[in-house]
């Protein structure tokens, strides 16, 4: 697979300066944007998330400042690395650049190997910064979120829905008899079995739904305003999606799996913990009533 070239975003309000920083990095094969004001480079960003971005600080209307502040709001958790330009050596100057968000700066006018040199580092850093938060965040076998991660932004996600008064469902499922797959067909093809679960899970539910594996063959689904009925015709589309057998090396499984809704009440605090442990009860009881079938609490 060809490497990604890095997409770098240089702004600039003076055209000569830009244009000598746009050659730089051309020259070193990195994808070049340019802009030239805050504005500008706040609107770029936003349409093509560079991974690198190189802005000056003082500009005429949003000042480079203005522009990180902005830029940090939309990119969230996402790490973008700046690097601040100015002309000014004043250490005040490159304090308050430092501290406004910056994780580097450079004295115009800018020197070309010291530029490389220094955008070198931090797209290496990026890039063992996104993998370590990639492994934080997904499970390695199935791609759903890590069980942490997945009630942390279930838990924000509660909060402002329980707030707002809009609804929110949770269906927490398992695999019926999976230990049996395991000692019967061993671990591989038990590891095999969930991945097609898991596939099959996400091609059921919506983009903005989240999904987390719990371990084993334990996940969640988060339905952003869904109700409970709602969650319940997603429930049958699930049940529907996995009684084609999943193949493993030329052998049929048949499975089933049990599930507990949960829709929290409207003007009633609660916390994800609680939503976990009242979904796990009812998934217990769809279990006790001979699994394959869902229970609403």
């Not at 070193?28 to 190189?54: H, M, Q, R, W």
Request: net charge positive.
């Amino acid at each position: 697979m060809d490497k990604k070239i890095p997409k770098i975003l240089a702004c600039d309000d003076n055209r000569s300066i830009l244009e000598v920083v746009r050659t730089i990095l051309t020259s070193e094969g990195y994808n070049v944007l340019t802009a030239e004001n805050g504005e500008e480079a706040v609107s770029i960003f936003k349409k093509e998330l560079p991974d690198l971005i190189i802005l000056d600080v003082s500009m005429p209307g949003m000042t480079g400042l203005e522009a990180l502040d902005k830029i940090r709001a939309f990119a969230g958790e996402k790490y973008i690395p700046v690097i601040f330009m100015t002309a000014s050596i004043k250490i005040d100057d490159k304090l308050r650049a430092l501290h406004g968000g910056a994780v580097d700066y450079l004295v115009k006018p800018v020197d070309h190997d010291e530029l490389i040199a220094r955008i070198k580092n931090f797209l290496v850093l990026k890039e063992k910064h996104d993998k370590l938060k990639k492994e934080a965040t997904f499970d390695w076998m199935t791609g759903a979120f890590h069980k942490v991660y997945f009630l942390r932004r279930a838990e924000e996600e509660l909060f402002k829905c329980l707030r707002n008064k809009i609804p929110l469902t949770f269906i927490l499922m398992d695999v019926d008899n999976f230990k049996e797959i395991n000692d019967t067909l061993g671990h591989l093809t038990g590891d095999k079995v969930i991945r097609e679960f898991a596939a099959r899970l996400k091609k059921m539910v919506r983009k903005t739904d989240l999904i987390g594996r719990f371990g084993g063959d334990e996940f969640m689904i988060m339905l952003s305003y869904k109700t409970a009925t709602d969650a319940c015709v997603v429930a049958e589309r699930l049940k529907k999606a996995m009684k084609k057998p999943i193949v493993v090396e030329g052998s049929k499984i048949s499975i089933t799996f049990s599930m507990g809704i949960v829709e929290p009440k409207q003007g009633k605090e609660a916390k994800i913990e609680e939503v976990f442990k009242e979904a796990d009860r009812a998934l217990y009881e769809a279990k006790s009533k001979g699994g394959d079938r869902y229970v609403i609490r």
